[in-house]
């Protein structure tokens, strides 16, 4: 192969490694899932914060309540959970960021400041 194809070659063979490398992320794909919430993916962007939640579960159902924060928004996080929960399942609710699955409710509940968001995401049984 001449030097010229080997030029071009290598830079997009790397940048191409790079792209595999990331799993292709456009953002708005789940990297994880919730840890107290195997169920629930977490949103690209989202850090979940390791601690701040709970889960308690006996025979009326689940209560699980987790965190996650990033630099993201309101209506992008809505968007998320909006397309990719009821791919697992979920129904969505008449009220934004409440959806319903087998007797279970979730609850997406947010603080936003100027840097970013803080979403709190509460499960509980649909009757408690």
Known sequence: MNRFRLRVLVPVLAALAMLASAGFARGDEPAAFMSEMADIPLMSGLG????AGMAF???AG???????GGPSTRAAVLDFYGRTLPQLGWEGAAEAGVFRREGE????EFIEDGEGILVRFFLSPAKI
């Open 62 to 68: 689940r209560i699980v309540e987790g965190y996650a």
């Open 48 to 51: 979940e914060i390791e601690g």
């Open 57 to 59: 579960d006996d025979a």
């Open 105 to 108: 409710v979730l609850r997406l």
